[in-house]
């Protein structure tokens, strides 16, 4: 028999399977990225030269399919200053059309922070961007990186009565 005939079944076998693998990439390549915002935060070490601080992110998928999620880089940045990052590796699923929260520790450079911080005596508000990937996973491992970026500001008397809740 020819070494081609041979091949035949094998082929006929592998089609389907790589159609099915192109299927699966374009339904991913159509993923929207899911909307984050700050949903809490929280002073978990009070470490003078490097605080840790708790953040809650509230996460919204706008897909119509669950996203696994084997956790999360963030980083945040002051007045457009790196200040603090994190990782999550907590697993996260989140689920089609529906809203969750994920958790992410962030240790903060103090002096940067601070530095920042004291730019309030001549600005009246802080402004805030954080930015990262949330780790994307199929089942079998790692798939991708779902990048996460939001900001806004925030005036002085909102940072202060924040500053005291975290003290208490």
Request: charged share 20%.
């Amino acid at each position: 028999m020819p070494p081609t005939v041979t091949r035949l079944p094998l082929l006929g076998l592998l089609l389907p399977l790589l159609a099915g693998c192109s299927a699966w990439s374009t339904h991913a390549g159509g993923l929207r990225e899911p909307d984050v915002s700050l949903a809490g935060l929280s002073l978990k070490d009070p470490n003078p030269l490097r605080p840790t601080f708790r953040v809650r992110l509230r996460v919204d998928n706008p897909n119509d399919l669950d996203i696994r999620l084997d956790g999360a880089d963030v980083d945040l940045a002051l007045n457009g200053q790196p200040v603090a990052t994190g990782v999550s590796r907590s697993p996260l699923i989140l689920k089609k059309l529906a809203t969750s929260e994920m958790t992410v520790d962030l240790t903060a450079d103090a002096f940067g922070a601070v530095r920042q911080l004291l730019t309030l005596r001549s600005r009246p508000a802080l402004d805030y961007r954080v930015t990262g990937d949330m780790i994307w996973h199929d089942g079998f491992g790692p798939f991708g990186r779902l990048p996460l970026s939001f900001g806004g500001s925030v005036d002085r008397a909102t940072l202060l009565r924040a500053a005291g809740s975290l003290a208490e």
